[in-house]
């Protein structure tokens, strides 16, 4: 097939890896339903795929990943800037000229039997001035089909390219060259010490080896969208945050825009397309997972979701807890590591229903009966749909310009502590409460003895492409740049437990009453009172009516424990100790003013 380019750097860098990496073929995307049709026949008919139920899940398919395959690998991936300084305590760091050898005695001929696909993608909408153009060449048709929905595949993106004569290149293989004759597997892999997820800051430039799953493999989410991207803002004044975005409209027809960021298991998916019980109210999905913002010509930051689908976690999605992410889901998805029921549907655990017909075949491709106790789908089990199907899909989602954000949300998992929200008294102590933002550990992580707080800054701890110290000055630097038109800070905590393990919130839908008060604080409807960690609402104000909670729960609920906050102080101390000198001035005066109102 002849190039449909005339840029020289891509043809040559094309040119160059397939030198390396010796495909049998080299086929340039082109994001059609054509191309994605075909390669689905081509899955089913090597046995990758298998066609859901036409009636029950049209044009739909599961995949079931080698065993060994199935998250992100995150001690196989790397941050190979010049220095090692420069990738901070938070990432494992590799000397890059020492990486790109390794790779490369991998990357000799590991295509070999197979085909080269060139992917011209966008991540944020075609052209838009806060997107960005990509090329990812990969020997994997999964994570063709994968992109196709999760990011923007088209021909124009190579149109830009000519014209600007700059991308983002993304290399990537599986790892599993097929000798003469040799038949392949169904998810081919490489073992995991020779997967490489490797990042090289510096040039802008991916280099994944290894892994056909999620995040290692589809380079236009964290690889690109977080990773290199935050590298890039941190160095060009903008943001590329691990956040959901939402809208968020009030009876009167104003609009809020809220991006929250939340680590994982905290429910970011749910809060996005969340339905709201308080009347009048109603929220509207922009993103999920990734924000990428800039401060527009007006001085407010504009954030644009730069992801076109959702890649969501399939256990747990039910009627009840995501009815919009169910029916995001209903025709046009692909589902990997999920129960492939008899009658050819899909079934995971929590689904809100038993299997139907009791079993099918599980995530591990074996028969499987749910009445013998075992999982059906892996714990992270995804759903891949077009964020365009999702019913509450706001109609600014792909408005090139992005929607100005008003609020930013900050959180984690914590039974004890944290009140349900309280407000940062300015942008500074709002970056304080992004950076410290902790969970308590699971229970598996319960064994590592001591560990008392999980601190994850604002939800990014694997997904920051630099020092984590530098990324914390930069969050104070933008609040510098945004001046009084920054957005407004707010910490929530969802997850509040009495003594005896009651959970003393309800959530889902009911946490829209409390973005309702954080959108009535920035409209200055309703005071606050001032508590020795921030802002908090004055009774009354968050709207209760309906709920059947107890006075002395919503007390607990509302409740500063200074001598608890202390300890929180002491553990953020000691998790902030490892920046050394890089961690922010900025840092260390907000712990001492909080430490100074906790005494006080
Ligand atoms: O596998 S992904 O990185 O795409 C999703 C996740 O782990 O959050
Ligand atoms: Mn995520």
Known sequence: ?????????????????????????????????EEYDRLMVQMCESGMAIKLNEEKRPNSFAFNSDPSDVARVENRTYIAS????????????????????????????????????????????????????????????????????????????????????????????????????????????????DKYIAHF???????????????????????LALRIASAMAGREGWMAEHMLILRFTNPEGKQFHIAAAFPSACGKTNLAMLQSTVPGWKVETIGDDIAWMKPGADGRLYAINPEAGFFGVAPG????????????????????????TEDKDVWWEDMGYDCPGGGGIDWKNNPWKQADGEKGAHPNSRFTAPAAQCPVICDAWEDPA??????????????NTMPLVHEAFDFEQGVYMGATASSEPTAAALDLGNVSLRFDPFAMTPFIGYHAGDYMQHWFDMGETLGDKAPRCFYVNWFRKTDDGKWLWPGFGENSRVLKWMCDRVEGKVEARETPIGLMPIDGDLTLDGLDIPAEDWAELMKVDNGLFKATLEDAKAYLA????????????????LEARLNA
């Open 1 to 33: 097939m002849s190039a449909p380019t005339t840029n020289q750097k891509l043809l040559d860098w094309v040119a160059e890896v397939a030198e390396m990496t010796t495909p049998d073929n080299i086929v340039w995307c082109d994001g059609s339903k």
């Open 82 to 193: 010049l220095k090692e300084e420069d990738a901070g305590p938070t990432n494992n760091w590799i000397d890059p000229v020492a990486l790109k050898e390794t790779m490369k005695g991998l990357y000799k001929g590991c295509m070999k039997g197979r085909t080269m696909y060139v992917i011209p993608f966008s991540m944020g909408p075609i052209g838009s001035p806060i997107a960005k153009n990509s090329i990812e060449l990969t020997d994997s048709p999964y994570v063709v089909v994968n992109m196709h929905i999760m990011a923007r595949v088209s021909t124009d993106v190579l149109r830009l390219i000519e014209k600007e004569d700059t991308f983002i290149p993304c290399l990537h293989s599986v790892g599993a060259p097929l000798a003469e004759g040799q038949a392949d597997s169904r998810w081919p892999c490489a073992p995991i010490e």
């Open 201 to 223: 800051p510096e040039e802008n430039l991916i280099w994944s080896y290894g892994s056909g799953y999620g995040g290692n493999a589809l380079l236009g989410k964290k690889c």
């Open 317 to 340: 999605t039910s009627e009840g807890s995501n009815p919009m992410a169910l029916a995001s889901i209903e025709e046009n998805a692909i589902f990997t590591n999920v129960v492939v």
């Open 402 to 415: 992005g929607v100005p954000i008003d609020i930013f949300v900050f959180g984690g998992k914590r039974t």
């Open 578 to 593: 490892k920046f050394g000198d890089k961690l922010p001035a900025k840092m260390t005066e907000q712990m001492a003013k």
